[in-house]
């Protein structure tokens, strides 16, 4: 609407300046043109006659048989830059006098600061100062985008980040425990006791659960879980910053910088027009980047040493800070009748500091008797969102589950799903308007991928399918892979997606590669565990991120054309992968995936 404005006040200020009527001039490529006169001008030429117009109420939209760019493949304007190394992202950043800034957080969640011998470190080569801050004190307002953020730590300020990484090694700092110092032994223990106890009211309930199981032929039951994730986006945290007492500059790669901004004013004691947050390209952002402390962090050292500062984290500093992907339980119960017929669906799921399920998503509205209920599990490990908030989990969770109800049912997983969307269609269960999925659609993308994928005529040995619906956008995947040992090496993914009109085929297909290998690559093998409060792996050696002779070998992507308008697409094609991979490697192996990473050797229970 904003274009289609825009283009509307140009013509009507090249209407006016030839002295012509608005309907004979057409546009394009950004000129103005007037057949008749023959008479040509620039988007530019117009703008500031256009300018003076008042701005109408609305404009008509071009048809979208008559896009020219929309849907049409457009290269990443800094691609040349990324490839070849030029400064782009934050960690570029050169400013004359600026010095590098390092933090040293608590050894474990739990602990907070007591102490330091910073005297022993500041005589070393290049180091100008180590000192205390407390990032948020008392009274700063503090915005939803602080969380993860730890109050008080120790910064060091030098001349260079290896001599900042040097005196983090020599100093000496001690640590008081705040709170308790939990285990990954805990967390299991409490989810699953938890997952043990009903709470006070459900968040959704159809029909009887209870009665409905008691008559049911066949019942199923399984529980499946998964860890910690940290983001480990390539670029670690860092943000410049340059506060004076006139104003504070501020230049980084964050995802909200209108709420880093309120956080400074607040923390600053600064008007916010007076802040200015430069974007700088991110080096991954993936949730990870919503929380923007980090930038909070290098302001207040800023402030501090009277001097611009350039924050840097390690990866060690970042993989142990927290912001990590919840770790989640869910149990799933399904009845089933004589006839195979799906007539009971129980979801029972809790997480860290996050109540995981989405009651209003498939199965509900095509099950008669359906409850959903969840908990969450306060604790002092921070959390936040990751890459599909929620979803990266339940998904895989409840398609590993369908796929064991229908193979208890008797019934091909794919037609098995789609009886079950005919239902919502034809005779949903409850009030429809409280489904937050159209069963059309996700029925849709199934029926795609089935015949993209050749599944009805194909050996289906050794493959899996998963559907899913997040972030307004419809997802469906079929697997094929081979094992090597305990390892699956995935050959092929189909992937079927609605998500309305694609504006950039090329770029909508390398976000759907990007989730799938991400879901692929933390699904089958990486985890963050503590001990005691403290972070098991810090670092690449000990946290498994997919390398590139594990990623899939081809992945096939299909749009569903249909002109809606467009949704999501940086998320919805990781949720459902995890589902299709347990799926496949079920089939290849003989026996159910229920602890993520699949290849970590845990015990399979369920």
Known sequence: MAGATARHMLIAAAAEAWQVPASEITTESGMLYHKATDKSAGYGEMASAAAKMSVPEEVELKETKDFKIIGTDQLNVDGPKIVTGKPLFGLDIQEEGMLTAMIVHPTAFGMKYNSMDAESVK??????????????????????????????????????????????????????????????????????????????????????????????????????????????????????????????????????????????????DMPVEKIDIMMTRMGGGFGRRLYGHFGVEAAVISQKMQAPIKLVYTREDDMTQGTY?????????????????????????????????????????????????????????????????????????????????????????????????????????????????????????????????????GNNENRGVSAYYCHNSYVAQVLDLKMDGNKPMVQKVWCAVDCGIVINPLSAKNQIEGGIIDGVGHTTYSQLTFKDGVPEQTNFDTYHLIRNNEAPKEIESFFVDNGIDPTGLGEPSLPPISGALANAMYKATGRRYYSQPYISDRPVVG
């Open 123 to 268: 005589s070393m080569p290049g180091i100008k100062d180590v000192f205390p801050i407390d990032v948020y004190p008392e009274g700063v307002e503090k915005q939803w985008s602080d969380g993860g953020g730890i109050p008080k730590l120790v910064a060091i300020v030098g001349e260079s980040t290896w001599q900042c990484m040097q005196a983090k090694k020599a100093l000496k700092v001690t640590w008081e425990e705040d709170s308790m110092l939990e285990s990954s032994a805990y967390h299991e223990e409490a989810l699953e006791k938890l997952l043990s106890t009903a709470p006070k009211e459900a968040a959704r309930k159809d029909g009887d659960v209870n009665a409905a199981f008691k008559k049911a032929a066949k019942v199923v039951e399984s529980t499946y879980s998964a860890p910690f994730l940290a983001h480990n986006t390539m670029e670690p945290m860092n943000f410049f910053a340059n506060v004076t007492s006139e104003k504070a500059e501020l230049k980084g790669p964050v995802q909200t910088p209108e709420f880093l901004e309120k956080s400074l004013a607040s923390r600053l």
């Open 325 to 457: 992907r919840p770790a989640y339980k869910v149990h799933y119960k399904a009845g089933l009748d004589e006839k195979g017929n799906l007539i009971a669906w129980h979801v029972r799921g809790a997480g860290t500091n996050d109540d995981l399920v989405f009651e209003n998503r498939f199965p509900a509205g095509a099950v008669d008797n359906y409850l959903a209920e969840k908990h969450a599990l306060q604790t002092n490990v921070t959390t936040g969102a990751w890459r599909a908030p929620r979803s990266n989990f339940i998904a895989g969770a409840e398609q590993s589950f369908m796929d064991e109800v229908a193979e208890a049912a008797g019934k091909d997983p794919i037609e098995f799903r789609l009886e079950l969307f005919e239902r919502a269609i034809n005779n949903p269960v409850g009030d429809p308007e409280k489904n937050d999925y159209d069963p059309e659609r996700y029925a849709g993308v199934l029926k795609l991928v089935k015949e993209k994928s050749g599944w009805a005529t």
